[in-house]
């Protein structure tokens, strides 16, 4: 069974903090996926990542795929009570099936 | 367009029971897959089609069925249900390099 593994499971953090979240394998992935999930919603894509190495950056949000294209993290600045939600990485498996990460939640307070 | 839709959205089940989840997508994908939520556990496949006829086992299919019943339209079937399947279930469709998702039915099984 392939697992990806995030970190931390639960985050609380004021407005105005940093915050990085990490999503570790041991598996190769053609390319990788974070989402986020709003409480009674299905999850919603925020970012693909696909060249080991690359970096994303969607506003506040920042995305990394690791060289191996076996991990990810994924960094908020200044963080928002607006960015609160479940955070789930997805690998792409060459066959285009997702294998979704553990989760991470976060909470932002103001 | 409403996506992808599902319902019932809630359900309780006696052990024993049987129901069908129903999932239905307007976008003319023609991937389509099931998952299972459960806490700290991301999401699992149970069961996806790539292709209207075809279905294909995921990373946890026992005690589901699927019908791929044309283009649109994707049902989960619980013959037995057990409580190991309480969880929340989504439906999912794939466009190009992203699945887009439903809101969900929330399935409790005493």
């Known amino acids: 069974t392939q697992l990806l593994e995030q970190s931390p499971q639960f985050l609380s953090i004021q407005e105005g903090e940093n915050l990085t979240v990490y999503c570790n394998s041991s598996?190769?992935?053609?390319?990788l996926q974070w989402y986020r999930q709003e409480p009674g919603e299905g999850p919603v894509l925020l970012v693909t990542?696909?060249?080991?190495?690359e970096v994303k950056k969607l506003k506040r949000l920042t995305f990394q795929f690791g060289d191996a294209r076996k991990d990810s993290s994924l960094h908020i600045t200044a963080a928002q009570p607006g960015d609160t939600g479940l955070y789930l990485c997805?690998?792409?498996?060459?066959?285009?099936?997702?294998?979704f990460g553990t989760g991470t939640r976060l909470q932002v307070f103001p | 367009n409403a996506g992808v839709t599902q319902t019932p959205k809630f359900q309780v089940l006696k052990t024993g029971q049987s129901m069908t989840l129903q999932c239905a997508q307007d976008?003319?994908?023609?991937?389509m897959y099931w998952y299972r939520q459960d806490p700290g556990m991301g999401l699992r496949l149970i069961y996806y089609?790539?292709?209207?006829?075809?279905?294909d086992k995921g990373e946890v299919p026992n005690g589901y069925n699927v019908s791929r019943l044309n283009k649109r339209e994707f049902s989960l079937r619980l013959e037995s249900a057990a409580p190991s399947q309480t969880s929340v279930y989504f439906c999912?469709?794939?466009?190009?390099?992203?699945?887009?998702f439903g809101p969900g039915t929330r399935l409790t099984v005493l």
């Open positions: 999912a469709s794939r466009g190009y390099n992203e699945q887009f």
């Open positions: 598996s190769v992935f053609s390319s």
């Open positions: 990542v696909v060249t080991g190495g």
């Open positions: 997805a690998g792409v498996l060459w066959t285009d099936k997702l294998i």
């Open positions: 976008m003319n994908h023609n991937s």
């Open positions: 089609s790539a292709s209207e006829g075809t279905t």
